[in-house]
């Protein structure tokens, strides 16, 4: 059974720093690994799409890395913004499905 | 209207009442999906509809009972709830394949 982990659950640090998320899955058959924020009480806005095949995908400030072989993702986020403060949530597409993991998320707070 | 849109964004409900969610995309994609947020949990997919039929069902008890006329509307029909499916209720879209996943803002349900 695929279970998705997130470390750390919560991150606060000063703005203008560099930082990494990671995600972590249990089963590396996957079809892909998708990376969303969530601002409170809102719904998700998706960051980063990395198909199976793909080793990374960036946009803007961010970059997102996909390692199969470890299960591991890791969203790496530059120059850190006051407006990047959100739950940053990854997602496993296990392969030959439909079914979406999510994991619990991290909580990410970019003090002024 | 783009991207995905819910209705209503909040609705409050007693046990014995029959309401329903609403779910329209405006992407031109071929699946849909619901998903319930509770509070301290991941999120968690309930139903996947690809080309209007479902093919996923995550083990989702019968008072809750979806419905997708066509590839841009998606429905939750909701009766006799329980306190504990009080949640944010949120749809997405993709296409079938590459998958990336589009969020409505959600619908905030209260049942008393």
């Known amino acids: 059974k695929q279970e998705v982990t997130q470390i750390p659950a919560a991150l606060s640090v000063p703005e203008g720093e560099n930082l990494v998320l990671n995600c972590s899955f249990t089963d590396s058959a996957i079809y892909n690994l998708q990376w969303f924020r969530q601002d409170p009480g809102k719904g998700l806005t998706s960051l980063l799409l990395?198909?199976?095949?793909?080793r990374e995908q960036t946009s803007g400030r961010l970059n997102a890395s996909l390692d199969k072989s470890s299960g591991r993702s890791t969203l790496y986020i530059a120059a850190s913004q006051p407006g990047d403060s959100a739950t940053y949530l990854c997602a496993v597409r296990a392969s030959g499905t439909y079914k979406y993991i999510f994991g619990t998320g991290t909580r990410l707070k970019v003090l002024a | 209207e783009t991207g995905v849109t819910q209705t209503p964004r909040h609705l409050v409900m007693g046990m014995t009442n029959k309401k329903s969610l609403k779910c329209e995309q405006h992407?031109?994609?071929?699946?849909m999906y619901w998903y319930k947020q509770s509070a301290k949990k991941p999120l968690e997919l309930m139903f996947v509809y690809s080309l209007e039929e479902r093919v996923e069902n995550n083990s989702v008890p019968s008072r809750f009972s979806p419905e997708c006329p066509n590839s841009s509307h998606l429905f939750l029909h909701l009766h006799t709830l329980q306190p504990e499916d009080s949640a944010l209720y949120l749809c997405?879209?993709?296409?079938?394949?590459?998958?990336?996943?589009?969020f409505g803002p959600g619908t905030r349900l209260t049942v008393t």
């Open positions: 990395i198909q199976s095949s793909q």
């Open positions: 992407l031109g994609h071929n699946a």
């Open positions: 997405a879209s993709s296409q079938i394949r590459g998958g990336e996943q589009y």
